[in-house]
């Protein structure tokens, strides 16, 4: 038997066979043949998406080439390469996503089908980007979807979870090449959280990171731009993984830790491609949860759940991450209702999370939250069928897809057992 760990190592699966095939042909065979099927791509859900005691499906040997519509407006895109390879081989075609999260090692597929997204209060998630699927269902047939050929199908799919079948390409939106530059300083808290509509409204991309036992947040804005000489190289994550090594040994040095990281580095400013602008390294591994509340609720959530974490002298070293995202109408989106402010909370890896998030989580779903699927959450079926209006639809396209429940695995079954 096999062994599979995700990226921050807290999630173990043991598969009965981890497979790579190198086409569509062997990957029909693969899944036809099957009990269990799952597929991972990095490894970057925090949540058990991938676990399976059967087949575990990598489509890192898939063959595949990118193809640019006539129009330069859409790409077909293998579903299994990464983001990485993906915005890189749309550089070279003179192309950009008009939008990318904050890493770049995942899947294609699996950022479509979790709800991966970026910031910016015009800007929806990744999957808002995808306009056809091309998918082996769980008999091993082949279809394609899209608006006009099976809507249903296609609609479910925008994000699936991977319960619908395995992507094997995809059509996604794309914009002319695209410079940004970034700006990166330190800005008091308390201005930030006052100002925060008006921020938004101020550039294409804005977020910020905030120490929870600090008084100022790193701030940090991209703007379309055009090409320029000036370019600064990322600051190196050693400092903050020495940090983070100290708070593990000793958890009540953190809000000091912070105090003083906050403090340090000035303002800096880089410009570049966006597919090099956009992502950011993360070497140091942690545990995430991250809940989408409406704009309206965001600030009051997060003093909320400031006020509760320093109240309790939670030891979380990691910064929390603030974010804005459009709303879309896509059928299991946590951005379906409208527009969201995005609160992302962290925790190094080896360092206790449960309860610590178990507390903030309470919080945010006091204000209306809706978790990112694959990080950290507790949701129940109950708790999909409220908060998703169009989670029985979903069901009912899921079940026609899979009518076995293939796809499915313990986590997923808790989730959706109203459509098995």
């Given at each position: 038997m096999s062994e599979w760990r995700n990226w921050s190592g807290s999630v173990v699966a043991h598969p009965a066979a981890i497979v790579r095939p190198r086409d569509e042909a062997e990957l029909s065979a693969i899944v036809r043949d099957a009990r269990q099927v799952r597929v991972t791509g990095a490894g970057h859900s925090f949540m058990p998406l991938c676990e399976t005691s059967g087949t575990l499906v990598s489509l890192d040997d898939m063959d595949g080439e990118l193809i640019v519509?006539?129009?330069?407006?859409?790409?077909?895109?293998?579903?299994?390469?990464?983001l990485k390879r993906l915005t890189e081989a749309l550089w070279e075609q003179g192309l950009s996503l008009p939008n990318q999260g904050d890493v770049n090692p995942q899947s294609l597929g699996g950022a479509l089908a979790t709800g991966t997204h970026g910031t910016g209060r015009d800007l929806g998630s990744l999957a808002t980007l995808a306009q056809a699927f091309r998918l082996v269902l769980a008999d091993g047939s082949i279809v394609d979807c899209d608006a006009a050929s099976a809507p249903d199908l296609f609609q479910a799919q925008r994000l699936s979870l991977g319960l619908l079948g395995i992507a094997t390409r995809v059509r996604m939106a794309v914009l002319p090449a695209l410079h940004?530059?970034?700006?990166?300083?330190r800005r008091p808290l308390a201005e930030v959280l006052d100002r925060i509509a008006d921020l938004a409204l101020a550039t294409?991309?804005?977020?910020?990171?905030?120490f929870p036992y600090a008084d100022s947040v790193t701030f940090k804005t991209l703007h379309p731009t055009t090409?320029?000489?000036l370019s600064q190289e990322e600051g190196s994550d050693r400092v903050f993984q020495a940090c983070c090594d100290l708070a593990a040994a000793a958890p009540r040095t953190v809000p000091m830790i912070q105090r003083v990281i906050s403090r340090i580095g000035g303002p800096t400013q880089r410009v570049g491609p966006a597919w090099c602008i956009f992502p950011s390294d993360r070497n140091v591994r942690f545990e995430e949860m991250e809940y989408e509340l409406p704009v309206a609720n965001a600030v009051a959530a997060l003093r909320e759940a400031l006020a509760l974490l320093r109240r309790r002298r939670m030891p979380l070293i990691f910064p929390f991450e603030f974010r804005m995202v459009a709303g879309d109408d896509i059928w299991l989106s946590p951005f379906h209702a409208g527009p969201c402010a995005s609160i992302s909370v962290h925790q190094y890896a080896p360092m206790e999370w449960r309860p610590h998030f178990a507390e903030l989580e309470a919080v945010f779903r006091a204000h209306g939250g809706r978790p990112h699927w694959a990080k950290r959450h507790t949701l129940t079926s109950a708790d999909v069928r409220r908060l998703y209006p169009k989670a029985e639809a979903f069901g009912a396209v899921r079940k026609q897809a899979d009518p076995e429940a293939k796809f499915m695995n313990d986590h997923l079954r808790q989730l959706f057992d109203f459509s098995l």
């Open positions: 519509a006539p129009d330069r407006r859409t790409v077909d895109a293998p579903a299994g390469w990464s940004l530059e970034e700006r990166i300083e294409r991309h804005m977020e910020f990171f905030l090409p320029a000489d």
